[in-house]
């Protein structure tokens, strides 16, 4: 085991069991303090650490990243640029100043007043530059689901499925980080099939429970990215809310699939959590039948132990209502395996690239990953805690999602993902 993921480490920085940003986390985030420019920051307990002033205070010296202040920056991109060694080293000496027996920052009440900045007093921006954004389908529940909805409940996956991770081409101008509110998109409708289509805004907003991954180290184009390197390219993961606008994505998406229904809205959590944090929490990924080709196999087990959960919170609730619960580890096409098939034909990455899990589902229904799922196709409406009900979501309701792995005594969380529903723009 990794020694910064060790269960038995601790902070002097007082961290609640109950927390998501234990020392074993040390997820990364850009934040801003008032009117100051943005910086990359370190989530520890209840605090940001602010990497630029620790860098400017000459606590990095003697690693890869001593000369210059990659920190003092408006997204993660030049830091995930310098590549693996870098990410390692700046882990192990951010874990070795935040233990509890360092006393480096401890004891200098002038360098912690500078460097560590009560949560509550930053607000948290866009954690990277995002060039390019690939939703996967991952999750065979969520695939036999709506197949099973639209297509053939004896034959609910299409050929292919079983074969490749199938994903498509977003587009990252509409991502947003948890607390920006997305309105609800105008298109085409077709709710009559018997009648023209129409237009106005869609009438079944849905969300997609999704983790997706950042690309830290690129490649050339025209050479690919093979699958027991992977994990090499991939920096860390952050929450994915991909809006879907059913009613717009079923008229439009034949024959070249998703546009209008999803371009206009993804959100992610500003918090990026590393693969060496969630190092401990990889599990099997469910057995591949039938066998996949050998650009897709790998023998290390590359499932991923996250617990998820989805909210809903009208305008008129004082609390949310939980929609789901479900577990990344379900998905049955591994982080990986996508990296290596988006890459097979030569595709360039570049650092910042967001790929998108697709939704997560389970195997059971309170498990399912979307209001399609959850209601299945509008069948089966939920009851709000105040008696309105809900096929699909209405102006006014708030979304979070969130996310953890649980160790020994201690979570590696991702914090939420959040945001309401405004009205359409007219």
């Known amino acids: 085991m990794c020694p910064t993921n060790n269960p038995k480490l601790t902070s002097w920085v007082d961290v609640s069991p109950e927390c998501e940003f234990p020392i074993q986390n040390l997820p990364y985030g850009v934040f801003q303090l008032g009117d100051a420019p943005p910086a990359v920051g370190v989530a520890i307990g209840e605090f940001v650490l602010d990497l630029a002033a620790l860098h400017a205070s000459g606590k990095f010296s003697g690693t890869s990243i001593a000369a210059d ?24 000496r951010i874990s070795e100043l935040l233990r509890k027996n360092n006393a480096t920052i401890r004891d200098d009440k002038e360098l912690r007043q500078q460097v ?8 948290m921006l866009m954690p990277v530059a995002i060039g390019d954004f690939t939703d996967f389908y991952s999750s065979k529940h969520h695939a036999t689901n709506v197949g099973t909805m639209f297509r053939d409940a004896s034959n609910p996956l299409l050929p292919n499925w079983l074969h490749l991770p199938v994903g498509y081409h977003g587009r990252s101008g509409t991502v947003f980080v948890s607390g920006v509110d997305i309105h609800r998109p105008n298109g085409q409708l077709k709710p009559d099939d018997n009648a023209p289509p129409i237009f106005g805004p869609s009438r079944l907003l849905d969300f997609e429970l999704e983790i997706g991954f950042i690309v830290g180290a690129p490649n050339e184009a025209g050479h690919r990215i093979e699958i027991n390197q992977a994990a090499q390219h991939i920096f860390g993961m952050v929450l994915v809310n991909d809006w879907s606008a059913r009613d717009i994505q079923k008229w439009e998406y034949v024959p070249l699939g998703p546009f209008l229904g999803k371009s206009f809205a993804t959100s992610i959590s500003p918090w990026v959590v590393t693969l060496d944090a969630l190092e401990p929490f990889r599990v099997p990924s469910p057995v591949q039948e039938p066998d996949v080709l050998p650009y897709l196999k790998t023998a290390a087990p590359w499932g991923l132990d996250i617990r998820l959960e989805a909210f809903v919170q009208s305008a008129k609730m004082s609390e949310p209502m939980k929609l789901t619960s479900t577990n990344f580890k379900h998905m049955y096409w591994t982080i990986v395996q996508q990296l290596a098939h988006h890459t097979v034909n030569g595709t360039a990455m570049r650092v910042g690239d967001l790929c998108g899990s697709g939704t997560v589902s389970g195997p059971t229904e309170d498990a399912r990953g979307c209001m399609l799922e959850i209601c299945w196709k509008g069948t089966k409406p939920i009851t709000l805690p105040d008696g309105d009900q809900r096929r699909f979501f209405a102006d006014g309701d708030t979304v979070t999602l969130r996310g953890a792995s649980h160790g020994e005594g201690y979570r590696i969380g991702f914090g939420e993902v959040s945001a309401t529903i405004l009205p359409a723009v007219s």
């Open 69 to 92: 202040n990659i920190f003092a920056a408006a997204s993660l991109n030049g830091f995930m640029g310098k590549g693996r060694q870098a990410w390692t080293d700046v882990r192990d």
């Open 116 to 123: 560590l900045i009560p949560s509550s007093d930053v607000r």
